[in-house]
């Protein structure tokens, strides 16, 4: 599975921002789709999840309420709509495909296949 993740920019404290993944190549509409980030001198932390089927979305306390994770399975796209955005979200945001379990969807080392990730920068 090939992913492209764009939508990245630099916006203002408060500003809303829209992310797309595409997916090409695999049975997209099996897997578990998930974005993480991954700022400056960090480790790479779990944002959202949403499940190949039933939609179920699990999102970081970080961004629960703010964010909201939604999939076609149609045209094999997932986007992270993001509000009410902070500089703390300033981060490469990437995209990311797997079959974790319930317990596990917010690990990293869960998801086989990655994009490239796009730049989020929000200034103060």
């Known amino acids: 599975v090939q992913l492209q993740a764009s939508g990245g920019g630099l916006v203002q404290t408060g500003a809303s921002l829209r992310l797309s993944c595409a997916a090409s190549g695999g049975a997209f509409s099996t897997y578990t789709v998930g974005w993480f980030r991954q700022a400056p001198g960090k480790e790479r932390e779990f944002v959202a999840a949403i499940r190949s089927t039933g939609g179920r979305t699990s999102y970081s306390d970080s961004v629960k309420g703010r964010f909201t994770i939604s999939r076609d399975n149609i045209k094999n796209t997932v986007s992270l709509q993001m509000s009410s955005l902070k500089p703390d979200d300033t981060a490469v945001y990437f995209c990311?495909?797997?079959?974790?379990?319930?317990?596990?969807?917010?690990?990293?080392?869960?998801?086989?296949?990655w994009g490239q990730g796009t730049l989020v920068t929000v200034s103060s």
């Open positions: 990311a495909v797997g079959r974790p379990i319930l317990s596990a969807i917010s690990a990293s080392n869960m998801y086989y296949y």
